[in-house]
């Protein structure tokens, strides 16, 4: 899932096994090439686009902040006193991005959008109804992996394996150095699938949004309010670069407490994407921060006060059953 106000350029679907085929004339043993920075994009046919992400290089760690999850009754909890993973998306260096980007690979059962470019006349992204993509993650005997994504990369309103399975296609299959053929004739089925996700856990294990929050005395309160630049101020400071703070609910000019404001920005904190460019692989880590875009850092209300950042529902909650 993703805000529908960030802009969408969606390139042309080829009808070719890869979204970028014959990307590479080398053979991607990355430790013999200087890492490259991901943005600006890269010449494809000059480098290595298994070993620097060569079209998506703008990478989004994103998180969200819910309360509850909707399958409650399925014991599909969320983490106490931590934030939810959501993704980690290659967004275009102009921040634009494409999605759905090899259909060989498509393992969303819920696709959305429905279409390749979420118009009418796109390629139709046909709905997954295969086994879920945790169950790809058995034949690597990574039972510790999939306990950690049962407990921090949780869906609201949907089982997390089909949320997982919307992110990697939707959006993993965007990276150039997610691609199968920068795998080798040794590839795994499904190899890029654990490494994936094994990638967006690193990036998010870096950003601990609650704790950064909760040693600047911001925590989750229903009786009190904070202002934009109060929670924007300590993740920046914490992570070197203005992320994207994304919230819901009410606009605040609709609220009581915003009559007669001019201030329409949104009231419930629960989104914090962070930019960052990548040298080389981004399974590498070796990544910059960057701002988001100077165009559209925050939908949230930038009023006094006007920010919920609210607590979980009783019962909604768990104490996760293994280390953030
Ligand atoms: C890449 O691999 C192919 C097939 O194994 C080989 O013929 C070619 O020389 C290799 N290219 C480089 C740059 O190593
Ligand atoms: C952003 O970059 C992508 C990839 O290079 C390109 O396809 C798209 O047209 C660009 N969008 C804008 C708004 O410049
Ligand atoms: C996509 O969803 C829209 C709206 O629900 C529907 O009208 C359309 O038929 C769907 N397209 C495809 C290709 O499934
Ligand atoms: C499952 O999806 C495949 C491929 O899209 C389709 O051919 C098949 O009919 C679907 N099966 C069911 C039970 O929906
Ligand atoms: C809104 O404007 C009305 C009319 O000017 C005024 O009576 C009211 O106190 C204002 N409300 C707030 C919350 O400022
Ligand atoms: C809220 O503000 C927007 C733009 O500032 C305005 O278009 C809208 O009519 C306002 N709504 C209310 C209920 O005041
Ligand atoms: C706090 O408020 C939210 C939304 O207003 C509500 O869903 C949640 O249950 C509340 N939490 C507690 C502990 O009361
Ligand atoms: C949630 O639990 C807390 C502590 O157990 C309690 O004080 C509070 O009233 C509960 N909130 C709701 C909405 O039930």
Not at 71 to 95: I, K, R, V
Not at 265 to 292: C, F, H, K, N
Not at 294 to 305: I, L, M, P, Q, V
């Amino acid at each position: 899932m993703r805000s529908t106000f960030a802009a969408a350029a969606v390139l042309a679907s080829s009808a070719s096994a890869q979204l970028y085929p014959d990307q590479s004339p080398y053979n991607h043993t990355c430790e013999l090439q200087t890492p490259l920075l991901s943005c600006p994009p890269q010449n494809p046919s000059l480098v290595d686009s298994c070993c620097v992400e060569t079209f998506g290089g703008l990478l989004l760690s994103t998180q969200f902040w819910s309360t509850y999850t909707g399958g409650e009754s399925e014991s599909q909890l969320l983490p106490q006193d931590t934030w939810t993973l959501h993704g980690l998306w290659p967004d275009f260096c102009n921040g634009s991005y494409t999605q759905y980007c090899d259909l060989t690979r498509q393992y969303d059962p819920i696709p959305s959008p429905n279409t390749t470019t979420g118009k009418p006349d796109g390629v139709p992204v046909p709905a997954y109804n295969g086994s879920n993509i945790g169950t790809f993650l058995e034949p690597f005997g990574k039972y510790d992996l999939l306990e950690y994504m049962d407990n921090f990369w949780i869906a609201q309103n949907q089982d997390n394996p089909g949320f997982w399975g919307h992110e990697f296609s939707k959006h993993a299959t965007c990276y150039s150095t997610f691609n199968v053929a920068c795998y080798g004739p040794q590839y795994r089925k499904h190899e890029e699938v654990v490494d994936f996700f094994e990638t967006a856990i690193r990036y998010y294990k870096r950003f601990p949004t609650f704790a950064w929050l909760k040693d600047a005395d911001i925590t989750p309160s229903n009786s009190t309010t904070y202002s934009y630049a109060d929670i924007r101020d300590p993740l920046v400071k914490q992570h070197g670069g203005l992320p994207f703070i994304g919230c819901t609910g009410p606009r605040f000019n609709t609220t009581a407490a915003g009559k007669n404001s001019t201030d329409n920005g949104y009231t419930v904190l629960s989104e914090v994407w962070y930019y960052e460019y990548a040298y080389g692989r981004p399974q590498d880590m070796r990544t910059i921060p960057t701002d988001a875009s100077a165009t559209y850092f925050t939908n949230c209300a930038k009023a006094e006060g006007a920010i919920h950042y609210p607590e979980r529902t009783n019962g909604s909650v768990r104490v996760p059953t293994i280390p953030f």
